[in-house]
């Protein structure tokens, strides 16, 4: 018996550890990788007060206090800036005059040529060109600009290619979801079936309308896929603050955690809890072992265990 005493340990320490583990996946909390609050200080000093206002609202509503910043404030201030028209000209300017944007008054500035048919028309001019001159035209810009033309006889979509090919200038997408919008253009152009393009286009907009237009540059990044940019969709509708939030500093898959059960009590996430250094280095790595794996060591470690200490009562 005494020779399986280092066994039955380890049998118990997996068991111990399966078990605490599946519980917590069970009823685990969303952990945070980054605090909301800092990252709206940072954000504050870029000038970025749409998605401060987001971080803002979710650590008054999800974390407890922090002793160091005052979310109610960092709200208040990012309320002011956009309520002030000198920032507001200053942020178009900006965009107008670098071509570059990281909010929605800068974004504004960037395209406004864009935001009008004459926008697609010159892209198709100059694209085609180079297209037909040195094989350099860039393809996707030619597509959104044909699809533009198309989608303006869809109402509701008629500003989405414009600023989709705005993002794409931006380089404002993951790569993964770049080889989609590649694939969905050159579907598209082979088959003249639209659909795919409008659906993407659809879920584009609906993520604009809700979130702003700077805030939905950023969370755009963290899509790679055509269920992402769904999955998004559909909860910025109900919860832009959570799905704002939760996007860009987790990604597009912590979505899943937004549920409507809590919608009376203010509350769309269960729990939330700022992660610890170990559970960002050991985190992920944990979070890909499926619960059914965890069962599975749980009761084969449980039937060796009852096995070596029945086995040595003989």
Do not use: C
């Amino acid at each position: 018996m005494l020779t399986r005493i280092p066994l039955l340990i380890l049998l118990l320490t997996i068991i111990i550890g399966a078990g605490s583990l599946m519980m917590e996946r069970i009823d685990t909390p969303v952990l945070l990788s980054d605090d909301p609050l800092q990252l709206a200080m940072e954000l504050m000093n870029e000038g970025r007060m749409q998605e401060v206002i987001y971080l803002a609202r979710f650590s008054r509503q999800y974390l407890p206090p922090d002793p160091q910043y005052s979310a109610l404030q960092f709200e208040r201030e990012a309320n002011t800036s956009l309520d002030s028209n000198i920032y507001l000209l200053e942020r178009f300017l900006a965009g107008a005059l670098t071509g570059e944007a990281t909010n929605t008054p800068e974004l504004a500035g960037t395209m406004t040529l864009d935001m009008l048919v004459i926008g697609d028309i010159r892209d198709l001019l100059v694209q085609g060109y180079k297209e037909f001159d040195n094989g350099q035209g860039d393809e996707v810009i030619m597509g959104l600009s044909a699809a533009g033309l198309l989608l303006t006889l869809v109402p509701e979509l008629s500003w989405a290619p414009a600023l989709f090919k705005t993002f794409w200038r931006g380089r404002h997408f993951s790569i993964p979801f770049q080889k989609l919008i590649r694939k969905t253009l050159s579907d598209a152009r082979k088959t003249g079936d639209y659909r795919s393009l409008r659906k993407m286009m659809s879920h584009f907009r609906e993520i604009v309308d809700n979130l702003g237009t700077g805030p939905a540059m950023t969370v755009i990044k963290r899509v790679d896929s055509a269920e992402d940019l769904a999955l998004l969709a559909s909860r910025v509708k109900i919860a832009p603050v959570e799905a704002y939030t939760l996007t860009s500093i987790n990604g597009a898959k912590s979505l899943k955690n937004i549920t409507t059960t809590g919608a009376k009590k203010g509350k769309l996430i269960k729990r939330v809890k700022l992660a610890t250094r170990q559970q960002k280095l050991f985190g992920k790595a944990v979070g890909l072992i499926p619960v059914s794996w965890l069962a599975g060591v749980f009761g084969l470690s449980l039937l060796l265990a009852f096995y070596v200490i029945t086995k040595g009562r003989k």
